[in-house]
Structure formats: structure tokens, C-alpha cells
């Protein structure tokens, strides 16, 4: 029997999709749940399984195709014809020459996928790449998924990039974004047009939140399973503030102003695709390990590609933190329909004067951008203060003082 596949139905944002690369080619074996095609959107990238046992009959869209809700991308033709090879190979005890050669390519193509995400590994050994010949264009040169793909659309220019340059040469090489790169472009230009933004600059000594990490952090793990991390500190230390400055938290929609009766705080994530900024929902009620071990499955499911858009959808508070790349001041950009955003920084040892006296103590600078139409100067600024005092004073903060 034959089974269509059909592009899944898309969230209501989002009105269609590109497809990224199949991972299977007509007349290959498929297996129920397996992966058989990823779609890209704006924000995530979905991945289509197949719906029964059987073998990939035909695709009706390729890789770069824009597709939309319900459309079709391929037929599997169901039943036990996709065992059919194996139990051949079984009577006979054989290997067939062919098998054996793609289990030595396959081989070939695993060596230096370690360093991959699970879903670049995925396309490494499937297309049979191998990721010490590609250039990558993620952090630190690593190699993306999205770099594998693009060698499984163009293998021509791949080959020219295995060759040694001679001297003198100026390469360039032109790379269409990616569909969420575009969204991220789109959504920046969009703040910087529509928004009044300003920024506003504090310090924070954390040599109180650091010592009580260092006091209770190990009780903490034991007892939650998780690190106590400096995110909490500050998103707690948020979540208080915002309900002190409602402003801050609220949003501009035409002539009105929006108040919000909730802090959902979107967290920044930083993948190789670019930032996601999964949210916090009700991050007010959370307690320290409750956000903890959110930040962390956003994280890990973001970068692993399984972050899903309802979990980007909404916040109304965003909190950044360039410190772990080493950043030490900046201007974060607001996230519209929000009208701040809060930026973390490294921490450095810096000498201040204490009760008279020149210590050295963990400093931080942090930076709140705003939405100066609706916000003003005085509010962000007294939100900045408000969040200084409860981290340099943590053990208010925890008595919710």
C-alpha cells in the first residue's frame, strides 16, 4: 500500500517551510519513526519520520524547495519488500560487494564527526562527508549541519576548497543564508527601525552570590541534580525587579500599552544555526533549580536541533549573557514585541574601594536596552539598581526582600 508523506501542519506563524536535505533517496529502505526529510522554518528546523516500514518510493519536493502545511514530499510504498534484501543476503551468507564498499565509505566519512552535533553527525555519515574536507562557519570554525548540506547540494565547489590555495589567491565564496539566519537579520533590522532604543550601563560585585555558590552549591547538586549556576541569580533577581517596574515588562502594541501580569523570560541560546531565546514561562514561580534544569534542556535541545516553536513563542523579558564568550560590555538589542533586554557580561577580578579600603572583587558590568518610547531613563536605570542591590545583596533576595 502506498503512504503519502506530507509536509506536518505548521504553527500558526509560521506559513511555510524550505526543505533542508532528505536523508533517504527513492528506492531506499525505510523504517517507521525514521527520519526522512528536515524542513527548515524561520526558527526551528522539524523533522518529518516516516509513517510506516516499507521503501521510499518517489520525493515530489527537493532539497531547497519551499513547501507549505499538508503538502506532499513523497510516497513510501508500505510492506515487507523493504526486508526483502536483507533475507536475500542472509540465504546466501554474503555480503554483496556493494554493501561491503558502503560500510568502508561510511566508515571513512565517521572519522572526525566527534566534534559534530547529533544532527550534523547524522548527515556526515549518511551522505557519507567527511567533515575534515569541509570549511566550517560556526563558532571557532566548526563544522555546522547546515555546512554538510550545502557539500550535499554543491559537490563541485567542495572539491575546489580541498585544494591548496597558491599564493596570492583572494578567495571568496557566496553562501545564501540559511532561512533562520534571514529571520534573525529580519528581526534585528526591524528593532533597530521601529524601536527608540537606548541603553543604560551598571557593575555588580558578585562576591556574595559567589561565596553562597560556594557554601551550598555542592548541597545543592546533591539535593536537584544540577549545578547552581549564576543564570538563576539573575533571573530570579529579573523576575522580582519586573514586578517592582512593570514598564519594563510591558509592550507596545500600535497606541496602547501592553501590562503584563507574568514575567515569562525569554534565556538567549547560542547554537550554530545563531541565538534562540527559548522562554521562562512564569519564571516568578520558578525556584533556583527549576530554571536551572530549564536552561539546561533548552540548551541541549536547541543545539541538538529539537527546540520546538512554542518554546520560542512569547516572553516579555529577554536576558542575555555574552560572558560566556568573553564579552565585557555591550549593547544588547531589544527583541520586539519586548521592550528590554537585559545583557550579562563576564566576570573579572577588578580592584574597587570597600569601606574605605581597595579589595579585589569579582565585577560585572551589565547593560539594560529599552525601548525608550514607552520606558524611560529613570525606569531603566532603577531596574538596573533594583537588580544590583539583589544580587550584591543575594540573602534578601532569597527571603523575597
Same mark, same amino acid.
Not at 539535593?223 to 523576575?239: H, I, T
Given at each position: 500500500?502506498?503512504? +503519502?508523506?506530507?509536509?506536518?501542519?505548521?504553527?500558526?506563524?509560521?506559513?511555510?517551510?524550505?526543505?533542508?536535505?532528505?536523508?533517504?533517496?527513492?528506492?531506499?529502505?525505510?523504517?517507521?519513526?525514521?527520519?526522512?526529510?528536515?524542513?527548515?522554518? *524561520?526558527?526551528?528546523?522539524?523533522?518529518?519520520?516516516?509513517?510506516?516500514?516499507?521503501?521510499?518510493?518517489?520525493?515530489?519536493?527537493?532539497? &531547497?524547495?519551499?513547501?507549505?502545511?499538508?503538502?506532499?514530499? &513523497?510516497?513510501?510504498?508500505?510492506?515487507?519488500?523493504?526486508?526483502?534484501?536483507?533475507?536475500?543476503?542472509?540465504?546466501?551468507?554474503?555480503?554483496?560487494?556493494?554493501?561491503?564498499?558502503?560500510?568502508?565509505?561510511?566508515?571513512?566519512? !565517521?572519522?572526525?564527526?566527534?566534534?559534530?552535533?547529533?544532527?550534523?553527525?547524522?548527515?556526515?555519515?549518511?551522505?557519507?562527508?567527511?567533515?575534515?574536507?569541509?570549511?566550517?562557519?560556526?563558532?571557532?570554525?566548526?563544522?555546522?549541519?547546515?555546512?554538510?548540506?550545502?557539500?550535499?547540494?554543491?559537490?563541485?565547489?567542495?572539491?575546489?576548497?580541498?585544494?591548496?590555495?597558491?599564493?596570492?589567491?583572494?578567495? +571568496?565564496?557566496?553562501?545564501?543564508?540559511?532561512?533562520?539566519?534571514?529571520?534573525?537579520?529580519?528581526?534585528?533590522?526591524?528593532? %533597530?527601525?521601529?524601536?527608540?532604543?537606548?541603553?543604560?550601563?551598571?557593575?555588580?560585585?558578585?562576591?556574595?552570590? !559567589?561565596?553562597?555558590?560556594?557554601?551550598?552549591?555542592?548541597?545543592?547538586?546533591?539535593?536537584?541534580?544540577? %549545578?547552581?549556576?549564576?543564570?538563576?541569580?539573575?533571573?530570579?533577581?529579573?523576575?522580582?525587579?519586573?514586578?517592582?517596574?512593570?514598564?519594563?515588562?510591558?509592550?507596545? *502594541?500600535?497606541?496602547?500599552?501592553?501590562?503584563?501580569?507574568?514575567?515569562?523570560?525569554?534565556?538567549?541560546?547560542?547554537?550554530?544555526?545563531?541565538?534562540?531565546?527559548?522562554?521562562?514561562?512564569?519564571?516568578?514561580?520558578?525556584?533556583?533549580?527549576?530554571?536551572?534544569?530549564?536552561?539546561?534542556?533548552?540548551?541541549?535541545?536547541?543545539?541538538?536541533?529539537?527546540?520546538?516553536?512554542?518554546?520560542?513563542?512569547?516572553?516579555?523579558?529577554?536576558?542575555?549573557?555574552?560572558?560566556?564568550?568573553?564579552?565585557?560590555?555591550?549593547?544588547?538589542?531589544?527583541?520586539?514585541?519586548?521592550?528590554?533586554?537585559?545583557?550579562?557580561?563576564?566576570?573579572? +577580578?577588578?580592584?574597587?574601594?570597600?569601606?574605605?579600603?581597595?579589595?579585589?572583587?569579582?565585577?560585572?558590568?551589565?547593560?539594560?536596552?529599552?525601548?525608550?518610547?514607552?520606558?524611560? &531613563?529613570?525606569?531603566?536605570?532603577?531596574?538596573?539598581?533594583?537588580?544590583?542591590?539583589?544580587? +550584591?545583596?543575594?540573602?534578601?533576595?532569597?527571603? &523575597?526582600?
Amino acid at each position: 500500500m502506498s503512504l +503519502e508523506i506530507k509536509v506536518p501542519v505548521l504553527p500558526e506563524s509560521v506559513s511555510d517551510a524550505t526543505i533542508a536535505t532528505w536523508h533517504k533517496k527513492p528506492g531506499d529502505a525505510v523504517k517507521r519513526d525514521e527520519n526522512l526529510v528536515d524542513l527548515e522554518t *524561520d526558527k526551528v528546523v522539524l523533522e518529518v519520520p516516516a509513517p510506516a516500514d516499507g521503501i521510499l518510493k518517489s520525493i515530489s519536493a527537493e532539497a &531547497g524547495a519551499t513547501v507549505t502545511s499538508g503538502e506532499l514530499l &513523497g510516497v513510501i510504498e508500505e510492506g515487507a519488500a523493504a526486508a526483502a534484501p536483507a533475507a536475500s543476503e542472509r540465504k546466501t551468507g554474503a555480503t554483496p560487494p556493494a554493501a561491503k564498499a558502503d560500510k568502508v565509505e561510511t566508515k571513512a566519512a !565517521a572519522k572526525g564527526v566527534e566534534d559534530l552535533s547529533p544532527a550534523g553527525r547524522r548527515v556526515a555519515i549518511e551522505e557519507k562527508i567527511d567533515p575534515s574536507r569541509v570549511e566550517g562557519t560556526g563558532r571557532d570554525g566548526r563544522v555546522t549541519k547546515e555546512d554538510l548540506v550545502a557539500q550535499t547540494r554543491s559537490p563541485a565547489p567542495a572539491a575546489a576548497k580541498s585544494a591548496a590555495p597558491t599564493p596570492g589567491d583572494r578567495p +571568496e565564496e557566496r553562501v545564501p543564508m540559511t532561512r533562520m539566519r534571514a529571520k534573525i537579520a529580519e528581526r534585528l533590522m526591524q528593532s %533597530k527601525n521601529s524601536i527608540a532604543m537606548l541603553t543604560s550601563f551598571n557593575e555588580i560585585n558578585l562576591a556574595q552570590v !559567589a561565596l553562597l555558590r560556594k557554601q551550598l552549591g555542592e548541597q545543592f547538586e546533591k539535593a536537584n541534580g544540577v %549545578k547552581l549556576g549564576y543564570m538563576s541569580f539573575f533571573v530570579k533577581a529579573a523576575a522580582e525587579a519586573l514586578k517592582r517596574h512593570p514598564i519594563v515588562n510591558a509592550s507596545v *502594541d500600535g497606541n496602547d500599552v501592553i501590562y503584563h501580569g507574568y514575567q515569562d523570560i525569554s534565556i538567549a541560546v547560542s547554537t550554530e544555526k545563531g541565538l534562540v531565546t527559548p522562554v521562562l514561562r512564569d519564571a516568578q514561580n520558578m525556584s533556583f533549580a527549576d530554571i536551572e534544569k530549564a536552561i539546561i534542556d533548552y540548551a541541549k535541545r536547541a543545539r541538538e536541533g529539537g527546540i520546538k516553536l512554542e518554546d520560542l513563542q512569547g516572553g516579555t523579558f529577554t536576558i542575555t549573557n555574552g560572558g560566556t564568550f568573553g564579552s565585557l560590555f555591550s549593547t544588547p538589542i531589544v527583541n520586539p514585541p519586548q521592550s528590554a533586554i537585559l545583557g550579562m557580561h563576564t566576570i573579572k +577580578e577588578r580592584a574597587i574601594v570597600e569601606n574605605g579600603q581597595v579589595v579585589a572583587a569579582p565585577m560585572m558590568y551589565v547593560a539594560i536596552s529599552y525601548d525608550h518610547r514607552i520606558i524611560d &531613563g529613570k525606569d531603566a536605570v532603577l531596574f538596573l539598581v533594583d537588580i544590583k542591590n539583589q544580587l +550584591e545583596n543575594p540573602h534578601k533576595m532569597l527571603l &523575597g526582600i
